[in-house]
């Protein structure tokens, strides 16, 4: 079975574009996370999302956005991008929502890099 | 709020010694505590959990973590180091709707 798949696996943008990231979540999976790994640190949460709906927020300003599709796809958006947003950000699907025990299982990532 | 600290941001060990990584979790509810190891640039891979009941936890890989409320910790331990063990290991805990990372332990292992 193919796990969590991520696209594009790396980029680089420039001061104030705008990107798009795209995850496709385990077949079955019906809940997607985002997350953002600075260089040296842990996953920060970035947005939840289960049967379409944004289930929750992290800390990020409204530059970072997200949506799910019909297929539990899920794409994130991040606007007028800062050169602090270079980093790995990673995709995680789960058959519910992170709740309690449920695991996550995380994709590849894709590296982003801001010049 | 939750929150996960990781002792050591670097740990070395000699190849078939014993490994330790430390987790203490603060939590205001019975935690869900998990551990994941990343390898360079690759996503994250779950080693074990902890929900309820055992508190000795048996992940995969050889790994284990013992779960002691009283000390509010979820420590890693492999009996003895092995090359391929070498990574960057992170603590989470879960215990609403969304997982806490801690910033991770670089494993360092000695031939």
């Known amino acids: 079975d193919a796990g969590v798949t991520q696209s594009p696996t790396h980029l680089i943008k420039t001061r104030g574009q705008h990107v798009t990231l795209r995850c496709s979540p385990i077949?079955?999976?019906?809940?997607v996370s985002w997350y953002q790994q600075v260089l040296g640190q842990g996953p920060q949460f970035i947005f939840q999302?289960?049967?379409?709906?944004?289930?929750g927020r992290g800390n990020f300003p409204d530059r970072f956005s997200a949506r799910q599709f019909p297929n539990y796809s899920s794409e994130l958006n991040v606007n007028a991008l800062l050169l602090g947003d270079s980093a790995l950000y990673l995709c995680?699907?789960?058959?519910?929502?992170?709740?309690?025990?449920?695991?996550?299982?995380f994709g590849p990532g894709t590296r982003l890099t801001v010049t | 709020a939750q929150s996960v600290t990781q002792l050591g941001s670097h740990v070395s060990v000699s190849e078939g010694a014993l490994v330790l990584l430390r987790c203490n979790y603060s939590?205001?509810?019975?935690?869900?505590l998990f551990w994941y190891v990343q390898y360079p640039n690759q996503g994250l891979q779950l080693l074990l959990k902890?929900?309820?009941?055992?508190?000795l936890v048996k992940g995969i890989n050889g790994f284990e973590a013992e779960f002691k409320k009283s000390e509010t910790s979820f420590h890693l331990t492999k009996p003895s180091a092995h090359m391929s063990d070498a990574a960057e290991y992170f603590c989470?805990?879960?215990?609403?709707?969304?997982?806490?990372f801690g910033t991770g332990t670089s494993l360092t292992v000695i031939p």
């Open positions: 999302y289960y049967e379409k709906e944004e289930r």
């Open positions: 902890y929900t309820t009941g055992a508190t």
């Open positions: 939590s205001s509810v019975p935690p869900y």
């Open positions: 989470a805990v879960n215990t609403g709707n969304q997982f806490y």
């Open positions: 995680a699907s789960s058959l519910f929502p992170a709740v309690g025990s449920y695991e996550q299982y």
């Open positions: 077949s079955g999976h019906k809940s």
